[in-house]
């Protein structure tokens, strides 16, 4: 018995390994109280922050979602919270950590999404990112993933880094995504300041299996949770795209000088391991929608042979998460109708 319990040891975290991206170092950020960058967006009553200020937490109910947003406008930084999100039934719930300038530019918007997309017990968590630059909603850049935890047990960082050259979407340091800047991509790639967001709210329309499964408020209301709030970036007026003259500057130095702005071979790996295992649909991929890739789409044949003509995978054969033994308003942006694929 003393032999087999350290190779069943030994087994148990191979196989850990093999499901799980490596695990990089953790970033040197500093984080910020909800009084020091944040406002309510809607849904006042339903958002609750804590007694020192350091986390909030978002409710859904059948009256009303609710949301945040920064208190100023960047033009470029890095975004970052721990997010745990509603556990039971969430089916239809749509819980969003983004950066956008809709409500200043609406035709001609920029905005990078987190999008949790509501979830059903037994199934893995989906997760979607979004990138439009300009308003270019029809081509919106979407990819979808499945995640190799539960986030509705315990907290997980979610991080958006923007540059002028790059952006890169980060899962608990694992970068994800990156979208590096061509210059094919013109007004496509984001250029104007946007603020950040976080929202809960009914997607019931589209969400979950593209609608087929709704909201079901018997489990309301619904709670996410966030903390360690991080943007590292400075203000800017929107419209002259420079400096406020208050100056809110949340950063050391910028972004691109940053760890979390270097894609190390050891973050390239990881983010390399991420998308074999648990990309499940990609736009680069997805020949029916655009007959001619995307400027910036870096075609991998290894990733290419496992997708359909759609973008969408071939065949399954995901890890799947225990069952759970418990039972069973963002204001939507103008790329909500883009995302039910």
């Given amino acids: 018995m003393a032999l087999l319990l350290p190779l069943l040891s030994y087994c148990f975290l191979t196989l850990i390994s093999l499901i799980s991206p490596p695990v990089t170092d953790a970033f040197n950020v500093s984080t910020l109280s909800f009084d020091d ?19 909030v937490r978002l409710l859904l109910d059948r009256f009303t979602g609710s949301g945040f947003i920064s208190s100023d406008l960047y033009n470029h930084g890095f975004f970052s919270a721990s997010i745990k999100l509603p556990s039971d039934y969430t089916a239809g719930i749509v819980v969003a950590f983004y950066t956008s300038n809709g409500d200043i530019f609406e035709k001609t918007h920029d905005e990078l999404d987190f999008e949790f997309l509501g979830n059903i017990e037994g199934k893995e968590w989906r997760v979607q990112t979004n990138v439009y630059g300009n308003g270019s909603v029809s081509r919106g850049r979407e990819e979808r993933y499945l995640l190799w935890f539960d986030p509705s047990r315990e907290f997980h960082q979610y991080s958006i880094l923007w540059t002028e050259k790059n952006i890169i979407f980060y899962i608990d340091e694992v970068p994800i995504r990156e979208v590096v800047r061509s210059e094919a ?39 996410s949770e966030f903390k360690d709030l991080v943007i590292q970036g400075c203000a800017v007026d929107p419209i002259q795209q420079i400096p406020t003259s208050s100056s809110n500057c949340h950063q050391p130095s910028t972004a691109e000088d940053e760890d979390y702005a270097v894609v190390t071979p050891e973050r390239r790996l990881a983010m390399r391991k991420f998308r074999q295992k648990y990309m499940t649909y990609s736009y680069c991929y997805d020949v029916l929608r655009y007959p001619d890739p995307q400027p910036e789409c870096v075609l991998i044949p290894s990733e290419q042979r496992r997708f359909k003509e759609t973008g969408h995978l071939k065949f399954g054969g995901h890890h799947r998460h225990r069952k759970s033994k418990r039972p069973a308003s963002r204001v939507p942006s103008s790329s909500d109708g883009q995302s039910a694929m």
């Fill in 37 to 55: 960058a944040y406002s309510p967006l809607f849904g006042d009553g339903n958002l609750i922050r804590s007694s020192d200020g350091k986390s």
């Fill in 185 to 223: 991509m013109g007004g496509d790639y984001p250029s104007k300041p946007m603020s950040l967001y976080t929202t809960i709210w009914d997607g019931s329309s589209w969400a979950t299996s593209g609608g087929r499964y709704k909201v079901d408020y018997k489990y309301a209301p619904f709670v």
